[in-house]
């Protein structure tokens, strides 16, 4: 047990190492921040992309029959977690395509399925519970929503308070910022 806690934290730095910026930025929630997590400068690194989905992938429910990854952001981190569990995956569009099939949501689906939701970074959870909006308008039953990193900002809350139980493998507070 010692040595997997061990493991997280040497993610979280490296976490923090490949992605933690400073200066000002305006997040999605559309709140200003003198503090940024660039997801994408984690989730391009092979080695640190794997390491995050295995840790990603001990967090969804055995119940789960199929994972959710919202576009752009978490797509490869549920890719990560589908390798790692073996679950389909089903990637979840901000708004239907205006070409071909003109789906919002890509990958087979069932009515009824248990998803777990996989997402990158959470601020205040408005687009997580888009995403999860979508899902159940599609018939499926989102269980659970898996996040890297809880900004500690109302997310979890919001999520919670929405009827969805709620893992983040980081909070905030976890990670040694400078």
């Known amino acids: 047990m010692k040595a997997e806690a061990s493991d997280l934290q040497d993610i979280g730095r490296d976490l923090v190492k490949a992605s933690y910026l400073k200066g000002d930025f305006v997040l999605r929630s559309g709140r200003r921040s003198n ?3 660039d997801k994408f ?5 092979p080695a640190l992309l794997k390491r995050i989905g295995k840790h990603l992938a001990e967090l969804v429910p055995k119940e789960t029959q ?3 990854a919202p576009e752009l952001g978490a797509v490869l981190l549920g890719g990560a977690v589908s390798m790692e569990t073996g679950l389909p995956l089903i990637l979840v ?3 239907p395509k205006g070409y071909g099939t003109a789906k919002q949501l890509e990958g087979r689906l069932e ?3 248990k ?3 996989i997402e ?5 959870g408005g687009d997580s519970l888009r995403s999860v909006q979508v899902l159940r308008e599609a018939g499926l039953d989102v269980i ?9 900002e109302g997310g979890e809350d919001n999520i919670r308070g929405a009827g969805i139980p709620y893992s983040p493998l980081f909070r905030i507070e976890d990670l040694e910022l400078d």
């Open 41 to 45: 400068l984690f989730e391009t690194e």
């Open 93 to 95: 569009r901000k708004e």
């Open 111 to 113: 009515a009824g399925e």
């Open 115 to 117: 998803v777990t939701v």
């Open 35 to 37: 503090r940024y997590f």
């Open 120 to 124: 990158d970074v959470v601020t205040t």
């Open 144 to 152: 659970h929503l898996v996040v890297v990193l809880d900004r500690g």
């Open 66 to 68: 199929r994972l959710a």
